[in-house]
């Protein structure tokens, strides 16, 4: 194994210990620390053995296993950030109609 493997084990499971340590003071849900448990794992398993992304890329029709990483990544980016706005959006709302409530009754 080359020292960039040895890096990155280290940093996977330090990421994984934070999820768990974050599920268990709940601080995330378990889908959420299910999906990032998944998603560590297949960043482990994309490091650990770089031709399985090769492999995967020839089944969808992909030119290089480092393309479809990008792919997946840009993809998974997207999604989060979207997820986030909504969820912003909806504490904006939240917020809004609070400060609402409490300014019609300070008026009373």
Do not use: C, H
Not at 35 to 44: K, Q, R, T, V
């Amino acid at each position: 194994m080359s020292p960039i493997q040895y890096l990155l084990l280290s940093f996977f499971i330090y990421a994984i210990a934070k999820v768990v340590g974050r599920y268990r003071s709940a601080e995330l849900l378990a889908g959420w620390a299910i999906f990032w448990i998944l998603f560590w794992l297949s960043a482990g398993v994309a490091v650990f053995l770089p031709e399985s992304t090769s492999y995967l890329a020839q089944l969808v029709k992909v030119g290089r296993g480092s393309d479809l990483v990008i792919y997946a990544a840009l993809a998974t980016i997207f999604f989060l950030i979207f997820k986030l706005i909504v969820k912003l959006e909806k504490i904006n709302k939240e917020i809004t109609n609070v400060i609402r409530k409490e300014a019609l009754n300070d008026k009373k």
